[in-house]
């Protein structure tokens, strides 16, 4: 079975295809649409992570006995 001539493989046709489904539309609509939220949400738990991370070190730094002679 031959593919299309405008297509370099049958996979770049079938992806061609799947490109034309309701469902790979709706979900390049709301990816575009939820990008800044998504990247705004990752930034922001990022950070809360480092706060308590840098709590954490603290304390392992402080009770770890970390900072003790040799």
């Not at 593919?3 to 979900?27: C, V």
């Not at 930034?43 to 304390?59: A, N, P, W």
Request: proline share 3%; net charge positive.
């Amino acid at each position: 079975m031959k593919h299309s001539p405008e297509f370099r493989s049958k996979r770049e046709e079938e992806r061609a295809a799947l490109k034309n489904t309701a469902g790979y539309k709706l979900w390049s609509v709301m990816f575009t649409l939820l990008y800044p939220f998504i990247a705004i949400f990752t930034f922001v738990f990022s950070g809360i992570v480092m706060f308590f991370s840098g709590i954490s070190r603290v304390l392992a730094y402080l009770f770890g006995g970390s900072h003790a002679k040799h």
